[in-house]
Nanobody, 120 residues
Framework: QVKLVESGGGFVQPGGSLRLSCEAS????????MMWHRQAPGKEREIVAS????????DYVDSVQGRFTISRDNAKNTVYLQMISLKPEDTAVYYC?????????????WGQGTQVTVSL
């Protein structure tokens, strides 16, 4: 059974930092592209950052470029999202997403989400 478990969310003041973690189990982690998405109240879910399997290339939505860093540790089956200089508009539920590549293309798994609240 595949599980993605996020952790590290919480309440932080503007300008603060958080590091989200997503630990995967039940899948060949190194063969999956990993992504973080977020969904704010009343808004559609959007992709925030991605990191590929293999060479670990990264990509970010413009609104977080330079503030968020995605990384992965294949030995620990874990993907991270380091967030600095947080803004109130970063408030959302953050979801981890695993997307299969190659022979695993079409397989998608999601975590349950972790709440990030940025406020005074």
């Amino acid at each position: 059974q595949v599980k993605l478990v996020e952790s590290g969310g919480g309440f932080v003041q503007p300008g603060g930092s958080l590091r989200l973690s997503c630990e995967a189990s039940g899948l060949s982690f190194s063969f999956y592209d990993m992504m973080w998405h977020r969904q704010a109240p009343g808004k559609e879910r959007e992709i925030v950052a991605s990191i590929t399997a293999g060479d670990g290339s990264t990509d970010y939505v413009d609104s977080v470029q330079g503030r968020f860093t995605i990384s992965r540790d294949n030995a620990k089956n874990t993907v991270y999202l380091q967030m600095i200089s947080l803004k109130p508009e970063d408030t959302a539920v953050y979801y981890c997403h695993a997307r299969g590549r190659g022979l695993l293309a079409g397989l998608n798994y999601w975590g349950q989400g972790t709440q990030v609240t940025v406020s005074l």
